[in-house]
């Protein structure tokens, strides 16, 4: 029996992913008067409404504008079909080269157009072939060019001049490379392959309750976890905070459906901490921290004074959050939530998730206590030493077992014919992970 599986359809409010050949970028598609920057080119998007994910569009120039920085130009989107998105190579025809290099000469006097006619060329064609054509019939040297040194020439200019955008829709792994490619700070140098790892070490699936903690990752990891917990399931996440409000921008780019949004609790870490201790009535375990004890380990708590998981006054309140306090006495959503997540902290956790900037150690022995046994904990730094200090502060309670902490290191590889080799850029260090598994 098959299922049909159509593709959405892209609507105001998504968050969509603009690519360029190798290029992309996150936008959200608010209003019909949205735009994308790529560079000096300004692209309108109302073109995009209720197109399928993953077409493709031509960039046509509406308006050239001169700067400072040179020509900005104006360009409307116009839906096109994949027969127009044939290599520069096949529609230039091109078919003699060089046997070598050896005779080319570097000296700038190669290419018979100026700059200022290459400029009215580019207001004049539309099309990207059309001129990389013209830069062809003009070089002096490219027919002498071998095949390979012709080739990376076309791509050089088709990434210049090339016209053509795809609009998809935000994955996980599209949204941490262009994260970490923008600034990796943001989402604490998480590379994909830590982030497979995490999620992979942490067990997470459509079962069970999970808990996680992160102090700052663009929505990166609740939305990874959320993912992987999946539509129509069991699963539930209590996300944990140390902020006011959440970051929430990779799991709103996911278009959850609502009811897996509604699995996802995000709850400052002290408040509920403090509504969780302070709500029991029976006497606490000596395994488990008091209120006070937990208050003391954690790095510090907010004044009574300033509710922990309100938006400032300053912002619009949300649709799906409660109305401010007046007339209304319900129970604001950061309230309803903070019950949600202490009722589930009761129900003790699966596994356990922490992504912190700041020491561990206090975070874990706060959030150990609420772990079911023989269940993983993963714990995410940026820096060694945190996490030599915690596995040592693990290993000696006695709390944790199967103590493992390790790095990963990535390079990316080129697979062509007679020139595979690895990318001479790469990253460096991705951070850190401490894994376990709790005893009783």
């Known amino acids: 029996m098959s299922t049909d599986v159509t593709t959405p359809n892209i609507q105001l409010g998504d968050y969509?992913?603009?690519?360029?050949?190798?290029?992309?970028?996150?936008?959200?598609?608010?209003s019909l008067d949205a735009t994308s920057t790529l560079g000096k080119e300004t692209l309108e998007l109302k073109s995009l409404l209720d197109q399928p994910y993953g077409s493709t569009f031509k960039m046509c120039v509406k308006e050239t504008k001169s700067g400072k920085r040179g020509a900005q130009r104006h360009h409307t989107l116009e839906l096109c079909s994949d027969t127009e998105l044939r290599s520069t190579r096949e529609v230039l025809g091109i078919s003699s080269s060089g046997a070598d290099n050896r005779d080319i000469c570097d000296n700038?006097?190669?290419?018979?157009?100026?700059?200022?006619?290459?400029?009215?060329?580019?207001?004049?064609?539309?099309?990207?072939s059309k001129i990389i054509e013209k830069l062809v019939e003009n070089s002096k040297t490219f027919h002498t060019r071998t095949e390979y040194s012709q080739e990376k020439y076309l791509l050089k200019k088709e990434k210049k001049y090339f016209e053509f955008v795809q609009i998809r829709q935000p994955t996980i792994r599209l949204m941490v490379d262009i994260f970490y490619r923008q600034d990796a700070e943001k989402i604490m140098g998480i590379r994909v392959d830590t982030l497979s790892q995490i999620i992979s070490y942490s067990g997470v699936c459509g079962f069970g309750n999970y808990l996680?903690?992160?102090?700052?990752?663009?929505?990166?990891?609740?939305?990874?976890?959320?993912?992987?917990?999946?539509?129509?399931?069991?699963?539930?996440?209590?996300?944990m905070h140390p902020g006011n409000?959440?970051?929430?921008?990779?799991?709103?780019?996911?278009?959850?459906?609502?009811?897996?949004?509604?699995?996802?609790?995000?709850?400052?870490?002290?408040?509920?901490?403090?509504?969780?201790?302070?709500?029991e009535t029976t006497s606490v375990s000596p395994a488990e921290p008091s209120a006070v004890e937990a208050e003391e380990t954690l790095p510090e708590t907010p004044t009574e004074e300033q509710p922990e998981a309100v938006e400032p006054s300053t912002k619009k309140p949300k649709l799906d959050e409660a109305p401010p306090?007046?007339?209304n006495k319900g129970p604001l959503r950061w309230q309803l939530e903070n019950k949600r997540a202490t009722t589930l902290m009761h129900e003790k956790f699966d596994s356990l998730v922490v992504a912190a900037k700041e020491h561990p150690s206090s975070i874990l022995q706060a959030l150990l206590p609420l772990v079911r046994p023989s269940r993983p904990i993963?714990?995410?730094?940026?820096?060694k030493e945190l996490l030599q200090e915690t596995f040592m502060e693990l290993k000696t309670s006695g709390k944790v077992t199967a103590l493992h902490l390790t790095s990963n290191w990535l390079?990316?590889?080129?697979?062509?014919?007679?020139?595979?080799?690895?990318?001479?850029?790469?990253?460096?260090?991705?951070?850190?992970?401490?894994?376990?598994?709790?005893?009783?």
Not at 217 to 231: Q, V
């Open 108 to 128: 700038g006097e190669a290419q018979a157009l100026k700059s200022s006619d290459i400029e009215q060329l580019r207001e004049a064609c539309n099309e990207s």
């Open 245 to 279: 409000v959440p970051q929430k921008q990779a799991l709103l780019a996911l278009k959850l459906p609502l009811e897996q949004q509604q699995r996802c609790v995000s709850v400052n870490l002290y408040s509920v901490l403090r509504e969780f201790y302070q709500g």
């Open 212 to 239: 996680l903690y992160e102090s700052g990752t663009n929505g990166l990891l609740p939305a990874a976890m959320m993912n992987s917990i999946g539509a129509d399931t069991e699963g539930t996440l209590v996300h």
């Open 16 to 30: 969509i992913v603009i690519q360029r050949q190798k290029y992309t970028k996150l936008q959200k598609f608010g």
């Open 378 to 383: 993963v714990v995410f730094s940026t820096c």
């Open 325 to 327: 306090r007046g007339n």
């Open 411 to 440: 390079r990316t590889y080129q697979i062509l014919p007679n020139r595979t080799h690895p990318e001479v850029n790469m990253s460096g260090n991705s951070g850190y992970l401490l894994t376990g598994f709790t005893l009783k």
